[in-house]
């Protein structure tokens, strides 16, 4: 299946810094989805990119889609202590387009 | 929309209960998702339905669990009997096409 590997694993920062994250597979993708998911809730749809080199800004975040479409990194600019969970990329399989596939996450701690 | 709607949020049970988790999915979505989530080994896809028909359910973890989609507005997850193992996070997801949205979760303690 198509793997994606998400670095770093977890991350202390403090309030006010800028953080960066990234996604890398194996294989290409057609659409990177970036999620966040608090702690007790569901992982929440905060971007989605669907085209190879696509730069797209949520507020504070913004995601690019890799030129090689096997990558793709999420940048939160002056984090704040509500920017605490953990970041999930994901995308949907070349293959049969329904299945999912999802990275192993990364947990942010913003230090007030 | 109320966006995917899962219940029980919570269910402690016994174990050798039978433990069903029921999902709504977003209207107008066709296809559903159920996953696990734990510490040990983060999100798994359990199954996914497509216009109501299983498509995959090789991450089903054995024949204790069973899932089923008797309409497009409904999905759900049984486990018979439960086991302490099964104890985790369980979300129902929708999808229209290249995106997809997760209920809340149901979190399971099987005692």
């Known amino acids: 299946g198509q793997q994606l590997n998400q670095s770093p694993q977890s991350m202390f920062i403090q309030e006010g810094e800028d953080v960066s994250m990234n996604c890398t597979s194996s294989?290409?993708?057609?659409?990177w989805l970036w999620y966040k998911q608090d702690p007790g809730e569901g992982p929440v749809l905060l971007i989605a990119?669907?085209?190879?080199?696509e730069l797209t800004s949520n507020g504070r975040l913004t995601a690019q889609f890799g030129i090689t479409r096997k990558d793709s990194f999420l940048n939160i600019s002056a984090s704040i202590p509500s920017d605490v969970g953990i970041y999930f990329c994901a995308g949907p399989s070349m293959r049969t387009g329904n299945q999912f596939y999802f990275g192993t996450g990364t947990s942010l701690t913003v230090i007030p | 929309d109320a966006g995917v709607i899962q219940s029980p949020r919570h269910e402690v049970t016994e174990m050798g209960q039978e433990v069903t988790l029921r999902c709504k999915p977003i209207?107008?979505?066709?296809?559903l998702f159920w996953y696990r989530q734990t510490m040990m080994r983060g999100l798994e896809l359990l199954i996914y339905?497509?216009?109501?028909?299983?498509?995959?359910d090789s991450g089903m973890p054995e024949d204790r669990f069973s899932a089923k989609m008797p309409n497009a507005s409904f999905s759900t997850l049984k486990i018979q009997p439960s086991e302490p193992r099964d104890s985790a996070v369980y979300f129902c997801?929708?999808?229209?096409?290249?995106?997809?949205?997760f209920g809340p979760g149901t979190r399971l303690t099987v005692l």
């Open positions: 209207s107008g979505h066709n296809s």
């Open positions: 997801a929708s999808s229209p096409t290249s995106e997809q949205f």
């Open positions: 990119l669907y085209k190879a080199g």
């Open positions: 294989s290409i993708f057609n659409t």
């Open positions: 339905f497509n216009n109501n028909v299983p498509i995959d």
